[in-house]
């Protein structure tokens, strides 16, 4: 694992048009449905996805904080 963030490209057009030509079978305009499920909490010490019930994160030990919606 190279440790990169590439959390912000998933939104990217470029990225959807490359995961539908896959999906599709390079078939041209066709265009994949991403279905993304609600954003999971995240360590604000190391970015580790958490379940969101931790008191500290299991990788770095940071306090997690509840942040109100």
Do not use: H
């Not at 360590?43 to 580790?48: A, H, L, M, V, Y």
């Amino acid at each position: 694992m190279n440790g990169r963030d590439l959390r912000g490209l998933q939104d990217s057009d470029e990225v959807l048009d490359a995961f539908s030509a896959l999906v599709s079978g390079g078939k041209m305009g066709y265009k994949t449905i991403i279905q993304k499920d609600k954003k999971k909490p995240v360590c604000s010490g190391c970015n580790k996805f958490l379940s969101g019930d931790e008191k500290f994160c299991s990788e770095c030990g940071t306090k997690v904080e509840i942040k109100p919606q």
